[in-house]
């Protein structure tokens, strides 16, 4: 069975920074795409970070610059670094190794 735990959510000021994890079991992870979504109430699913087989990686607009998406294969684990954190950063974060999802993070950034 293939299982994605994440960590790393919580609360945290504007300005501020978290990083994401996501271990997963049960798969070769180093032949899987995976990247990162977010979603918050009300709005749609967004795709805030990609990471191909080779490394290479993408980010929309609205994240370039202050998230940073790594993996560890030794490890199987895969990171989201965010940094300058924004309120509209606000979002359920869900990682995504192939076709499966973890099980979602509550970020907030607030004061």
């Known amino acids: 069975q293939v299982q994605l735990v994440e960590s790393g959510g919580g609360l945290v000021q504007p300005g501020g920074s978290l990083r994401l994890s996501c271990a997963a079991s049960?798969?070769?992870?180093?032949?899987?795409?995976m990247g990162w979504y977010r979603q918050a109430p009300g709005k749609q699913r967004e795709l805030v970070a990609l990471?191909?087989?080779?490394?290479?990686?993408d980010y929309p607009d609205s994240v370039k610059g202050r998230f940073t998406v790594s993996r560890d294969n030794a490890r199987n684990t895969v990171y989201l670094q965010m940094n300058s954190l924004k309120p509209e950063d606000t979002a359920v974060y869900y990682c995504?190794?192939?076709?499966?999802w973890g099980q979602g993070t509550q970020v907030t950034v607030s004061s």
């Open positions: 049960g798969i070769a992870f180093s032949v899987n795409a």
């Open positions: 990471i191909q087989v080779l490394g290479n990686t």
């Open positions: 995504v190794i192939g076709r499966h």
